[in-house]
């Protein structure tokens, strides 16, 4: 990956969910605007939030999707990253597992 560009692999979603009412929604149900998570696979050399194996959340509409070896992956900038999921966070270990 070349500058600020991160690959991400999309993480597969869990297929029908239910809403806090109970209501089930179908896989096929998909919502205007909707942010999903996947997993880094690379990164640029000028990227310094995320590192490789994290976890971050995006907009669908905001990448560019690339095919390698049979996988898909997602190409877009740093900035386009609305959040990264991590163990702990590198300023204090007893992190909620989910940093801004």
């Known amino acids: 990956m070349l500058h600020d560009r ?3 692999a999309p993480v597969q979603g869990e297929g029908e969910r ?3 009412g109970g209501i089930v929604i179908p896989a096929t149900a998909q919502p ?4 999903v998570w996947g997993e880094v696979f690379g990164t640029g050399q000028h ?3 995320v590192a490789v194996g994290d976890r971050v959340l995006y907009a669908q509409d905001d990448h560019f999707e690339v095919d ?3 996988r898909t992956y997602v ?3 740093e900035r386009d990253l609305h959040a990264v999921a991590s ?3 590198e300023s204090s270990s007893s992190g ?4 801004l």
Request: net charge positive.
């Open 75 to 77: 190409v877009l900038r």
């Open 32 to 35: 205007a605007k909707r942010l």
């Open 87 to 89: 163990e702990t966070s």
């Open 96 to 99: 909620t597992g989910l940093y």
């Open 68 to 70: 390698v070896t049979g």
């Open 47 to 49: 990227v310094r939030s």
């Open 6 to 8: 991160v690959m991400v």
């Open 18 to 20: 239910r809403s806090s």
